[in-house]
Every structure is written in structure tokens, then in C-alpha cells.
């Protein structure tokens, strides 16, 4: 009896052994395929993230916010850009729609800005909303209505039905005619045409092609600025606290849009390391040493100014 009850328990302590084993397995299993996944096939899980939940509200609420609050002159019909916006969307595959699709959009909501306030930029995204914080004059293609409205939203369409996909919308570089990507380039399109008088670009000193023809400011603001128009491009060129150093008007990718602004006859001026640039990271970085350096600097040029 003792020897049977023995065995018994043998045999149950084998099999836990054993599901506890098969459980680790799978567990591990498990960890690394979700590793390998992350790693390896980061598209996949990106292109699971759907249209904006709430996208409707959003941008009407932000259409009247905009009309009412940032610029209070204009007057525009919020619900029907929404519906021309949605109509482009809804109406086509989640691949194919084109910048044609949004031409009675951007027809419902004109804008035109004056003259030396065009702030440019690639690369340089947090820098350059706190540079144009501090000169307010300054307005970036966020500060348009279309941009305002639509800024870090997703949207496509559904393959099969009416309607805007909330489950899944693909990547831009998987579609030809992304629904995201032609909005933003002809919205860019638009802002890069009306630009004139004095204009301003920043880009990022610190990284390999600072201009990059792929870009957004390279391959579509760029084209549609007219000579005629503009009188000077002020290009400045910021680094990171601390380096590194890669690019700079005299070397890199930047001698490259240099040479593009004087084949079509722009008139440009180049700037290293703008000290209000250079504030501006210290504000956000005040103990880094570079800020110490240069604040020390100052005071020292301060100092023999007053003697």
C-alpha cells in the first residue's frame, strides 16, 4: 500500500516537473518572439497603430479653437472642410489617395500669411517650436490652420468598407499615396509657395545629410519656393549641447542646398551655433558644461563692456 502511494506520487511530481517545464518553455518562447519582433520587424507593429480615435472632434474642435482663439480674423466653415477632408479619405483605399483628393479641402480653407515670418525647418523639431515661441513673429507650417488641425494625427481608410480604419493604418513607405503623406506635402506645397521677404531655415548640425532631398523641406519646400519672391534664405545651423559637430555651412550636406539656393538665384546667408540657439538648449539643459562655458562667456564680455 505504501509502495503504491509512493509511486503514485512519484509519477504526480513527474508530471508537474514536467508542466512546469512546458510552461517555462512557452514562456520563453514567447519573450523571444515578441524580442525578435521589436527588433526585426518594427514595421509590422507600427502599421497596426489605426486612424486617431475621436478624429472627428479633434479636428473640428480644433478647427474652432483655431478660429475663434489663435486667429480670430479669419472666418472658415469647420464642418465643411471636415467633410471635404473626409470625403478624400473615406472615398479611396487606404493606399490611393493622392493630393488631387484634398484639392476641394484646401480650396474650403485659404490662407495667406505676410511677408519675412516663414520659419522653416528639418530635423530640428523641439528647437524650432521654442525658437518660434521666442520670436513670435515666426510662423511654421504648424501654424497654419491645416496644420494646426491636423498636426500628429492618423488617419486611412478602410479597404472594403465606408469609413475610417481604426484598427490598422499601413506605413507611409508602404503606399504610394499614403492619405497622411499627401495631405502634409501639399500642405507643405502651399506654405513653401506663399513664402516670401526674409525666410528662415534651421536644421541640425549634429546628424549625417543635415539636408536631406528625401525630406519634406528638401524634396517638397524647397522646389516650390520662388526667387521671385524671396528675398534672402537665412539657413542656421544648430548642433546638440555637447557635439557632435558633423555639419555646418562650410561642410556636410548643407554646402549642397548652398549650391541649390545660388543655381536658382536665392540670395542666402548661413549661420554656425546662433547664440539665441545656443540659449535656448541651455534653458532646457542648464548644467550641461557647454552652458557653463558659454556662460561664463558672457559674463566676462559683460564685464569688460562695463569697464
Not at 511530481?13 to 512557452?26: C, E, G, L, M, Y
Not at 494646426?148 to 499601413?170: A, H, R, T, V
Request: proline share 3%; net charge negative; with cysteine.
Amino acid at each position: 500500500m505504501y509502495k503504491h502511494e509512493s509511486l503514485l506520487k512519484s509519477n504526480e511530481a513527474q508530471q508537474v516537473v514536467t508542466v512546469t517545464k512546458t510552461s517555462v518553455s512557452f514562456a520563453i518562447t514567447s519573450v523571444t518572439i515578441c524580442f525578435i519582433m521589436l527588433h526585426f520587424c518594427p514595421s509590422q507593429l507600427r502599421a497596426q497603430l489605426g486612424t486617431t480615435p475621436n478624429i472627428k472632434h479633434i479636428v473640428v474642435g480644433r478647427c474652432y479653437t483655431y478660429t475663434t482663439l489663435v486667429n480670430p480674423s479669419l472666418r472658415y466653415d469647420c464642418e465643411e472642410i471636415w467633410r471635404q477632408f473626409e470625403e478624400a479619405v473615406i472615398s479611396h483605399s487606404s493606399c490611393n489617395v493622392t493630393v488631387e483628393d484634398y484639392f476641394h479641402m484646401f480650396n474650403a480653407m485659404p490662407q495667406i500669411w505676410p511677408c519675412d515670418n516663414f520659419l522653416f525647418w528639418s530635423k530640428t523639431r523641439t528647437l524650432m517650436h521654442s525658437y518660434a515661441a521666442v520670436f513670435r513673429h515666426f510662423w511654421t507650417l504648424e501654424d497654419t490652420l491645416v496644420g494646426y488641425m491636423f498636426n500628429d494625427l492618423i488617419w486611412c481608410g478602410q479597404e472594403e468598407d465606408s469609413g475610417f480604419d481604426f484598427s490598422s493604418c499601413p506605413e507611409w513607405s508602404a503606399c504610394r499615396s499614403h492619405p497622411v503623406y499627401s495631405l502634409w506635402r501639399q500642405a507643405s506645397q502651399n506654405f513653401a509657395e506663399m513664402a516670401c521677404g526674409n525666410i528662415t531655415i534651421l536644421l541640425n548640425g549634429s546628424i549625417v545629410n543635415a539636408f536631406n532631398r528625401k525630406s519634406m523641406f528638401g524634396s517638397v519646400e524647397l522646389d516650390s519656393l520662388d526667387p521671385q519672391r524671396v528675398n534672402y534664405v537665412n539657413i542656421k545651423v544648430v548642433t546638440s549641447l555637447g557635439g557632435p559637430h558633423i555639419e555646418s555651412c562650410s561642410q556636410g550636406s548643407i554646402v549642397d542646398l548652398i549650391q541649390i539656393l545660388q543655381s536658382r538665384g536665392f540670395h542666402w546667408t548661413c549661420t554656425d551655433n546662433d547664440q539665441t540657439l545656443m540659449i535656448l538648449q541651455c534653458i532646457r539643459n542648464p548644467q550641461h558644461s557647454s552652458c557653463q562655458t558659454y556662460a561664463n562667456t558672457l559674463l566676462n564680455r559683460n564685464s569688460l563692456t562695463s569697464d
